[in-house]
């Protein structure tokens, strides 16, 4: 079965600085793909960074990047020099080959809190 | 614009009423899904589509119904059947139905029961 667990229910982080939120996740594939998700207060949810199994580099977005450790099946997101606007909750979501049925498998989330 | 528009933004239920949310999509994305949200969760899939005219029950399909007659389109009907309805529904689709392919998610529909 496939799993996305993340332990961090809420995280503080002063302005301008970097924050790593944690996402480790469990699967018998070996192709998949790993996604960060941002759900601000208004609901939607808005695509942040994709890191491929097979990818070797470590995806980058802008000020988002995704540390990604295979071996030890992690793939947390790093938000650097943090805004206000970043505060939303944050949902790290993977979907895997042997899955037929095409769902994104979520983690409960991360509540982010920007702190001016 | 390209994008995904979910309509209405909030929905009130009476008891015994079905009711409709709409989805539609101008990306000429092949896949569309259906996914519930309860406060504080993650999100559960009720209903995908790999294509039109087809869908595929997903882990939460009991009380709810789709079509796919048009690509565009993915209508997500909540019946009577749904004993505890309430929830934010999100609407996404996909290029395909593949592992690496990203979904993009439309502006959600707050559905409350009265």
């Known amino acids: 079965a496939q799993k996305i667990t993340q332990t961090q229910p809420g995280m503080f982080v002063q302005e301008k600085e970097a924050v790593t939120l944690d996402c480790t996740y469990d699967t018998s594939d070996q192709s998949y793909g790993l996604f960060w998700y941002k759900q601000p207060s208004s609901g939607e949810m808005i695509f942040l960074i994709y890191q491929g199994s097979y990818d070797e580099q470590n995806a980058t977005e802008g000020r988002y990047s995704l540390n990604f450790q295979k071996a030890r099946k992690s793939a947390n997101l790093v938000i650097s020099a943090s805004q206000l606007g970043d505060s939303a909750m944050y949902f790290c979501?993977?979907?895997?080959?042997?899955?037929?049925?095409?769902?994104?498998?979520f983690g409960q989330g991360t509540t982010l809190q920007v702190k001016p | 614009d390209g994008g995904i528009t979910q309509s209405p933004k909030y929905l009130f239920r009476k008891e015994g009423q079905n009711v409709t949310l709409s989805c539609e999509q101008n990306l000429n994305h092949d896949a569309m899904y259906w996914y519930r949200q309860d406060p504080g969760q993650g999100l559960r899939l009720i209903y995908y589509s790999q294509i039109v005219n087809d869908f595929q029950k997903g882990d939460i399909a009991e009380g709810y119904s789709v079509s796919r007659e048009k690509k565009e389109s993915f209508p997500l009907t909540v019946t009577s059947a749904q004993k505890n309805p309430t929830a934010f529904y999100l609407c996404?689709?996909?290029?395909?139905?593949?592992?690496?392919?990203?979904?993009?998610f439309g502006p959600g529909t707050r559905l409350t029961v009265l």
């Open positions: 996404a689709s996909s290029p395909r139905d593949r592992a690496t392919d990203t979904q993009y």
């Open positions: 979501a993977m979907r895997g080959v042997s899955s037929n049925t095409g769902k994104l498998i």
